[in-house]
């Protein structure tokens, strides 16, 4: 962070997850708050209320928002300005989207940590009638807390959701406020990354093209064969196609083509919008075609081939 930075701790979850307890929690441990001047930023009051007199430091500002569309730049400098205040504890509305706040957000404020929180009894529910919304709360988050989990439930539906939206987040189940136990289920690749050619099933091109944009060192090198669609395109380089196929995150609304540059002495000869099994190198590169570094394969073999019976690519 800069020296000029303000770190922003974000809370997200949906209504009655328990935000709200948590950052009362935090508020009252010396260890966080010594004093320094806190904007708490309130965009949900549900049924328990902040008690600001046992608070560590007597220097917490609370701000309610209480509209999505009130979140604005002038809105938040104006808080920082009244109060003063060199951090932001934010508890986030869970029936707003997070995209909201990201551009209302002055340029100086930092998320320092993101945390979420779900009631395990309802979280399932939540995640099948309103799939987009909890996605967008997964899809960044450090942390994942279950709370109100009993022993009983069964763990790998609540894992499965959230490592469909991100492999990073740490996952907690809490059982008590004093018995947390945190997720250890082995989550491989449905892939053997070590192997002298990669590959990639037609179920799994959503999971190996995250796991590449996230981890592009791992592939670096390495040789992969996939089915994916051809794109040509006459902005592009010579000797250069686009690969790829469409990926839904969430929902129908949040699909978006997954692409990947693709260098081949034939591209010429390749068929636009066509479906191939590819089989090629990668390399972290500056290409032309993304202006920055980004992995760019080398085609060592193109064959046609059919369409797959889903030809959209999902995390689950």
Known sequence: MNENDIPVYLFTGFLESGKTKFIQETLCDERFNKGEKTL????????EEYEPDEFSGE???IKVVEE???LSEDLLRGFIKETDAERVVVEYNGMWMLDSLYQAMPQEWVVYQEFMFADATTFLTYNQNMRQL???KLKSCELVVFNRFTREMDKMPYHKIVRGASRRADIAYEYAPDDVEYDDIEDPLPFDINAPIIEIGVDDYAIWYRDLTENPSNYEGKTIKVLCRALTRKKLPSKTFIVGRHVMTCCIEDTQFAALVCQWDQASKVVNDSWINLTAKIHYKFHVAYKQKGPVLTCVE???????????????
Do not use: K, Q, R, W
């Open 302 to 316: 193109l064959e046609p081939a059919e369409a797959p019976e889903n030809s959209i690519a999902t995390f689950f």
């Open 40 to 47: 708490l930023l309130v965009c949900e009051e549900g049924v």
């Open 59 to 61: 220097n917490v500002f």
């Open 68 to 70: 999505e569309s009130e």
């Open 134 to 136: 909890t996605y967008d």
